[in-house]
């Protein structure tokens, strides 16, 4: 079964990974896909560098891909015939996004299921735009896994501890 992770990952942070970990066990193929939010027009890192940190992160997964796409998911979930779609939630409030972008999304493909998978308990309190937040003020980012150099280009570490 083949089941597709999308999301903006500006930028991916060990939540996502945690996510992509727990979903490569469930499925035999898993596309994590790097894609276009509309409601966050102006992403901290470009599409290249969101691949980049989101292909190093999933390196050591056998059956994870990191791929891209710019058009509507349920197109993307055609093309490599996914018939799932995994989303990790840390909250009520990321549960009622995710629910409704399930409805959407079946209301487009309706044989497209949304397995919303509840984070990690270390990774609750931790998203992207703290990342992002932190990143401007030039603070440690241990949970994102990025480094920072002097300018200003930023890193995944290479292999999870
Ligand atoms: O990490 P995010 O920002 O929550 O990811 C949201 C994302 C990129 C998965 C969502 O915005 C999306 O699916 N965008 C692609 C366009 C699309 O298919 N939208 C839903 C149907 S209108």
Known sequence: MTAIYPGSFDPITL????????????????????????????????????????KKAVARFENVQAESWQGLLTDYAVQKGATV?????????????????????????????TLILPASAPYIHFSSSMAREMIRYRQPLQEARLFMRGNGVYLLFDTPQ
């Open 85 to 113: 779609l995994v989303k990790g939630a840390r909250n009520v409030c990321d549960f009622d996004n995710e629910y409704q972008m399930s409805l959407i999304n079946r209301s487009i493909k309706p044989d497209l299921e």
């Open 15 to 54: 939540g996502h990974i945690d996510i992509i970990e727990r979903a490569a066990r469930c499925f035999d193929r898993l596309y994590v896909c790097v894609m276009m939010n509309a409601d966050k027009k102006n992403p901290m890192f470009t599409p290249e560098e969101r691949m980049e940190f989101v």
